[in-house]
């Protein structure tokens, strides 16, 4: 009798566990997904309705397992839709800060709602509508707290900060990027600087703050951005 109630009792759990593993299943599947994207910006008090383009940038997690995703978002006759698969994507190393607590040198990438702003890379053109500006040897990014110059693009020769980041690297980061404008209108001093789309170091790699994805995807947001669609980057959207 006893190895009956046992032989019950299991069965019980292990059904009990099959339903909560499809119903964790269920709220993942592509559908609803796309449907909660939607319902993220649509809900969005920042989200204007000039603007209709959006790239998302949240955490996909499932069970232990968990990556970061972008996802490019159009919006026509007033329904954001998804317009291309989710990417997989790289972030700070000390993963997202909450809105309004980024600082300098946190490894974190800040959380919010941001314009998107110039194209960047080391060819002297790149396929995009956007406006696109050529990194050359003397370009830096100011990110010194204290220079005047602080969170701005400049020539090498017209600053005098004491920190600041080379935008033609030696390796392929800066490639392809796109100016998130994050700490910007006014800046504020020591919240942060450099924030940017740009190719990752490869899939397990982090970032000192920005997004990171792949050089074929990067090309693929480029190319579909458009300036006249006032696009904007939603990074760690507070959960429905």
Known sequence: ????????MMFRFVVMMVAVL???ACAHHPSIFKMKT????????????EIS???????????FMHSTKVYAMEKSDLTWRQVMAPMNAVVGRNGFAPVGEKREGDGRTPSGLYRLGTAFGYAE????KMPY????ADDLWIDDPNA?????WVKQGQTQANSYEKMRRDDNLYQYGIVIAYNSHPVI???????FIHVWAGAESTTAGCVAVSEEDILKILAWLNPETNPVILINPEPL
């Not at 009798?1 to 019950?8: E, G, I, P, V």
């Not at 500006?133 to 050359?136: G, S």
């Not at 001093?189 to 924030?195: D, L, M, Q, V």
């Open 53 to 63: 383009q959006a790239i998302l940038v949240m955490e996909d997690r499932f069970l």
């Open 1 to 8: 009798m006893k190895k009956q109630n046992l032989f019950w």
């Open 189 to 195: 001093k020591n919240h942060g600087s450099a924030i």
């Open 148 to 152: 005047p110059d602080y969170n701005i």
């Open 125 to 128: 053109s790149a396929v995009t």
């Open 133 to 136: 500006r050529q990194a050359l």
């Open 22 to 24: 499809s119903l964790m």
């Open 38 to 49: 939607a319902v993220l910006l649509s809900t969005h008090k920042n989200v204007t309705p």
